[in-house]
């Protein structure tokens, strides 16, 4: 209720204050024409001014009515019906899919972190292209955006997979068309590819650029389904000085990030480097980037080596419990462990 | 782009010239502070502030490429679809084609193993005529450990290319495209890696190779612990070099032993690893790449070269697109071959580790000792 709360420049706040404006009720019942002598300012800055003090009243007034509180938000009922119905990104591999709920969860920040090799970019190109899966195959029917830091995308390997994946498609549909005789177009690899939107960032002012950009590149790009950053790490960590900045500057992001995935029902995949941290005399791994960015993702997804398999530990979820699934980097992209269980995974 | 000026971006004369009176000029200070922050540096009003900051990150933010455009971008513009084949046939097929453009490629491996062997081999590779199958430019090979033998070059160049080296004229034009320089400190190399940047533009350089960046590092600090920072910009640097440029990068590593209590686990494993601490008493033969993790994260490719029970191999220990392969070679005249192209699938951990046994030392070309 304060003008103090305004926002409106630092200037124009002391104006008011030292003219006697202290709440925003007086600022209500005041004309632009009044204002605009009191403190000393144009009449069009009053009256944008003014327009700014009767938005901010409104929405204040408003805190009576629960009806109003309630703009913009849902109940806990209807919450669990989205979450029920709304698709998941598959990640080709079944037991991976089983502990993490189905897949990659639309409207949460994922990040997922592991040793060099053990097939981070993998799975963030696997990803790219599942959620393209078409919707009548159990997919999302998305386009991906994926903002490569490192350098590491290689578009071969994503039309490999690419075309792994086309080949799985048309299996599933072929045995769909039994029950619909739906003759669906083919898809082609090379769609698959002109819908994955690439961004190389070099420096961390274009990473924080580009974040901020996502918001008006998605709403021309409605079909984007999941962002994948990869990775979160790399200008952060390389000749950073000021911690305090690094801290602060990930943190917005991070904000921002969250915020694209609820405004826009999409998927936000990080990739993470791991760091080693000397804890109780001895060196353990773990996820780079420091404590107060692990609070940052919704979900945590450890990949390790276990002895000579390749798995995935659910770090921290504020819904799945925590387990761990082996899986494997083939050919065709992520897959199941065992190498009988070689389908796409689908519904 | 990052430190594009305030100025030159378009927006509102009013809000540049405020921008220019609080002396912020480019965009990272801009992008560095929270909207708050700048409503109070700059005395505007929130929605002023947050179109302005919308319109700088458009400005700034790299343009948008389809995969499908990338990939049409590089079959159609490079070489060999932006590939330096190695001419090792196995090692080509399983990296789709050679050694990428624009990307860190790391060679790892024990001393004398025949890292500077299959990097004096790519040299000549990239300084071959294109209708050998080379890249026709030049080469720039820093030798940080003195290791470049001029002579072992033409050797290889004479027994391997025999139709080009016996041409007149040809060995001096082809060991005239490669340029050696040799850094003695890292603060030297740093200078170079500056110089190198304005000759990558000017001169047809193809391919720069960094042998070894472990011994720039090692060579400074008196004690080993995990070296992560001292190269951090360096990689950064290099990286974006390579990604300029559009050529390949090698960089060599040394090995040093595991520590013991160095291995390294996440919290969550704390209990298998109690477990398996004990029946693995194995310790003396393990090796790991001298560079820590951080440089590993950095590299797009690393390939293990390392001797098993006598026998050489080569490894493709991370690759965003080759399975988990070893190859056994050999190191001849004709510098590094593989034994066989089929290679072998390894399964987990196998891959990236480096190990070194029954190696035979001696191996004589000529007569003469080996070529580290």
Redesign the interface.
């Known amino acids: 209720m304060e003008v103090g709360r305004l926002p409106i420049s630092t200037s124009r706040r002391g104006k008011l204050l030292s003219a006697g404006y202290t709440t925003l009720a007086s600022l209500c019942s005041a004309s632009p024409s009044d204002l605009a002598r009191d403190i000393e300012v144009s009449e069009g800055e009053a009256i944008e001014i003014l327009k700014i003090a009767s938005h901010t009243s409104r929405l204040d007034g408003s805190n009576g009515s629960l009806a109003a509180v309630n703009v913009g938000a849902q109940t806990a009922w209807d919450m669990l019906h989205e979450e029920e119905f709304s698709a998941r990104i598959t990640t080709s591999c079944l037991d991976l899919d089983n502990i993490l709920g189905g897949g990659i969860s639309p409207k949460e920040v994922t990040e997922i972190g592991g040793v060099p090799g053990i097939g981070k970019t993998q799975l963030g190109i696997q990803l790219a292209v599942n959620v393209q899966i078409p919707i009548h195959c159990g997919g999302l029917g998305g386009k991906a955006v994926y903002i490569d830091t490192e350098g590491s995308f290689m578009v071969e390997r994503a039309l490999q997979i690419a075309e792994a994946c086309v080949e799985d498609i048309s299996e599933y549909s072929a045995r769909l068309r039994k029950d619909f005789q739906v003759d669906q177009v083919k898809m082609h690899p090379n769609n698959i590819l002109e819908n994955i939107f690439y961004f190389r960032t070099c420096s961390y002012t274009e990473q924080i650029a580009l974040v901020n950009y996502l918001e008006k590149f998605i709403t021309e790009h409605k079909e984007v389904k999941v962002v994948i950053l990869d990775s979160v790490t790399f200008h952060f960590r390389q000749d950073f000085g000021d911690m305090a900045l690094r801290t602060r500057l990930l943190g917005g992001m991070a904000l921002k990030l969250m915020k694209l995935t609820k405004k826009f029902n999409l998927a936000v995949v990080l990739l993470n480097q791991v760091t080693t941290k000397h804890t109780e005399g001895s060196f353990q791994l773990t996820l780079a980037l420091g404590d107060s960015w692990s609070h940052s993702c919704t979900n945590r997804v450890i990949l390790y080596w276990n002895g000579n398999e390749r798995c995935a530990y659910i770090d921290k979820s504020p819904s799945l419990k925590s387990a761990s699934a082996p899986y494997s980097v083939t050919s065709r992209g992520i897959r199941n462990s065992a190498s009988s269980c070689k389908r796409i995974k689908m519904m | 782009?990052?430190?594009k000026d305030i100025n030159q971006m378009g927006l509102p004369k009013w809000i540049t010239n405020i921008f220019t009176a609080r002396n912020i000029t480019t965009?990272?200070e801009v992008?560095?502070l929270?909207e708050f922050q700048l409503?109070?540096l700059?005395?505007?009003?929130?929605?002023d502030v947050t179109s302005a900051?919308?319109h700088?990150?458009?400005?700034?933010?790299?343009?948008?490429?389809?995969?499908?455009l990338?990939?049409e971008h590089?079959v159609r513009n490079e070489n060999l679809a932006g590939h330096l084949p190695t001419r090792l046939k196995g090692l080509d097929e399983a990296l789709?084609g050679g050694l990428?453009f624009?990307?860190l490629t790391e060679l790892v491996g024990p001393a004398g193993i025949g890292k500077t062997q299959f990097c004096l081999k790519l040299s000549l590779l990239a300084s071959l005529p294109e209708n050998y199958g080379g890249l026709d430019g030049s080469v720039i090979y820093i030798d940080v450990e003195s290791k470049f033998s001029s002579k072992r070059l033409i050797e290889i160049g004479m027994k391997s290319f025999p139709e080009i080296f016996h041409m007149k004229g040809m060995a001096k034009e082809m060991a005239g495209r490669i340029l050696v320089l040799r850094p003695s400190s890292l603060s030297e190399f740093t200078e170079s890696l500056h110089e190198i940047k304005v000759s990558l533009l000017q001169h047809q350089v193809k391919l720069l190779i960094i042998d070894s960046m472990a011994a720039l590092v090692l060579g400074e600090s008196d004690y080993g612990g995990?070296r992560?920072h001292p190269l951090?910009?360096h990689?950064?640097f290099i990286?974006?070099l390579?990604?300029f440029s559009r050529i390949p990068v090698i960089v060599t590593n040394q090995v040093r032993s595991q520590i013991r209590?160095?291995v390294?686990?996440?919290?969550?494993?704390a209990q298998?690893c109690a477990e398996t601490k004990d029946d693995t008493a194995r310790y003396d033969s393990h090796l790991v790449a001298a560079l820590?993790?951080?440089w590993?994260?950095?590299?797009?490719i690393?390939l293990v070269l390392e001797a098993t029970s006598g026998q050489r191999y080569i490894k493709v220990?991370?690759?965003?697109?080759s399975?988990p392969l070893a190859f056994p070679f050999c190191i001849t005249s004709l510098g590094i071959s593989l034994l066989n192209d089929d290679g072998v699938e390894l399964?987990?951990?196998?891959?990236?580790t480096i190990t070194c046994q029954g190696q035979n030392d001696v191996l004589n070309i000529d007569g003469e000792r080996l070529w580290g």
């Not at chain 2, 590993?296 to 797009?300: D, L, R, Y």
């Open positions: 782009m990052a430190n965009a990272k992008l560095s929270t409503m109070e700059l005395d505007v009003g929130l929605a900051v919308a700088i990150s458009e400005v700034v933010c790299p343009p948008c490429q389809t995969a499908l990338l990939m590089r789709c990428p624009g990307v995990p992560q951090g910009w990689v950064s990286k974006s390579a990604e209590d160095a390294c686990k996440y919290s969550f494993q298998s820590g993790i951080n590993a994260h950095a590299v797009t690393r220990a991370k690759s965003p697109m399975p399964t987990g951990l196998e891959i990236s």
